[in-house]
């Protein structure tokens, strides 16, 4: 828990900004989880560079959130401060194809610049939910693609707060979803991405068709993380989930879904702890039926949820 003295600055620092103990369950896009000691929006750059300063000077955990895609924070809350940068969302592309996108810029309005310029490079995105600075951390993209192929640089704000650095793509050590090059704790705060000529119409057709094999493929109409486990090796977790016999398994309001195995949706009233112990199950089912040990893609947060005595999450 945060103490006194921080709530009271953190208030100063972000007027109207911030809240306190605030239910997580309404910042993901599973609608599960638990209270924040804290819920920082910072309107601006510098605001971001205080709330990590002082999260820094009292020895307080931050974690970034975009728009909840990819996470689940337990039933039990989260400690220290989630911060949240919807405000940093602006979006321009210069006449040399350079886009930059504030980490806050949603998909939606990234596909929207790319194809009414008619700019490609970025079509495989269309539809990946989240923002831009998830975007990064997590390496997102399809099989064929990857944010890796087409970011220039990244903007971020170090973990202790300060001046914004800059780093070249070559530094971020992209790898499959992931971005393990970007220092501990610093948060990105906006991308460029090399995009080529085309024409909208050519754009907006590249983007439809992918759109079209997403919304045949995957659950759109309901809550869900995304795609909960990584691909193992030469192997589709999708597949191997399905092969187990595990879609439309349900724990209390979360099930795995009937249109694409890797997907966990609520289907109502479901806790972070019906995802969770749906997600041992999935594992442990396909751990017995194919011998592969699934590691998750969606990432878990939270303090650790009350365990009864001799019982351990695995």
């Given at each position: 828990?945060?103490?006194?003295?921080?709530?009271?600055?953190?208030?100063?620092?972000?007027?109207?900004?911030?809240?306190?103990?605030?239910?997580?369950?309404?910042?993901?896009?599973?609608?599960?989880?638990?209270?924040?000691?804290?819920?920082?929006?910072?309107?601006?750059?510098?605001?971001?560079?205080?709330?990590?300063?002082?999260?820094?000077?009292?020895?307080?955990?931050?974690?970034?959130?975009?728009?909840?895609?990819?996470?689940?924070?337990?039933?039990?809350?989260?400690?220290?401060?989630?911060?949240?940068?919807?405000?940093?969302?602006?979006?321009?592309?210069?006449?040399?194809?350079?886009?930059?996108?504030?980490?806050?810029?949603?998909?939606?309005?990234?596909?929207?610049?790319?194809?009414?310029?008619?700019?490609?490079?970025?079509?495989?995105?269309?539809?990946?939910?989240?923002?831009?600075?998830?975007?990064?951390?997590?390496?997102?993209?399809?099989?064929?693609?990857?944010?890796?192929?087409?970011?220039?640089?990244?903007?971020?704000?170090?973990?202790?707060?300060?001046?914004?650095?800059?780093?070249?793509?070559?530094?971020?050590?992209?790898?499959?979803?992931?971005?393990?090059?970007?220092?501990?704790?610093?948060?990105?705060?906006?991308?460029?991405?090399?995009?080529?000529?085309?024409?909208?119409?050519?754009?907006?057709?590249?983007?439809?068709?992918?759109?079209?094999?997403?919304?045949?493929?995957?659950?759109?109409?309901?809550?869900?993380?995304?795609?909960?486990?990584?691909?193992?090796?030469?192997?589709?977790?999708?597949?191997?989930?399905?092969?187990?016999?595990?879609?439309?398994?349900?724990?209390?309001?979360?099930?795995?879904?009937?249109?694409?195995?890797?997907?966990?949706?609520?289907?109502?009233?479901?806790?972070?702890t019906d995802v969770l112990t749906l997600i041992d199950q999935a594992r442990a089912c396909v751990a017995d039926q194919s011998g592969i040990a699934l590691e998750t893609e969606v990432r878990i947060f939270g303090r650790p949820e009350a365990q009864p005595a001799g019982e351990e999450?695995?």
């Amino acid at each position: 828990m945060i103490g006194t003295a921080l709530r009271r600055e953190l208030a100063s620092a972000l007027p109207d900004a911030v809240a306190f103990d605030a239910p997580m369950s309404r910042r993901t896009s599973l609608r599960v989880g638990g209270p924040a000691d804290a819920l920082a929006l910072p309107p601006t750059r510098e605001a971001l560079s205080e709330v990590l300063r002082l999260c820094a000077q009292h020895g307080v955990p931050h974690r970034v959130l975009g728009r909840g895609f990819n996470t689940v924070v337990r039933d039990e809350g989260l400690d220290g401060v989630a911060i949240v940068l919807s405000a940093l969302r602006d979006v321009h592309v210069d006449e040399a194809g350079l886009l930059t996108a504030e980490a806050g810029a949603s998909h939606a309005a990234i596909s929207a610049c790319c194809r009414d310029g008619g700019w490609s490079g970025l079509e495989f995105a269309v539809g990946i939910p989240g923002t831009v600075g998830g975007w990064i951390a997590m390496n997102a993209g399809i099989p064929e693609r990857e944010m890796a192929d087409v970011v220039r640089d990244v903007e971020i704000v170090p973990a202790g707060g300060g001046p914004s650095l800059r780093l070249a793509a070559s530094e971020l050590g992209f790898h499959y979803r992931g971005a393990s090059g970007l220092p501990v704790g610093s948060v990105v705060v906006a991308a460029t991405f090399a995009l080529s000529p085309s024409t909208p119409a050519a754009v907006r057709a590249e983007m439809d068709r992918h759109l079209a094999h997403r919304s045949a493929t995957q659950p759109l109409d309901v809550p869900s993380c995304g795609s909960v486990f990584r691909n193992p090796p030469g192997e589709h977790a999708g597949a191997l989930l399905d092969r187990a016999g595990l879609k439309g398994r349900r724990v209390g309001g979360a099930c795995i879904s009937d249109t694409h195995a890797n997907f966990i949706e609520n289907r109502g009233g479901a806790s972070a702890t019906d995802v969770l112990t749906l997600i041992d199950q999935a594992r442990a089912c396909v751990a017995d039926q194919s011998g592969i040990a699934l590691e998750t893609e969606v990432r878990i947060f939270g303090r650790p949820e009350a365990q009864p005595a001799g019982e351990e999450r695995t």
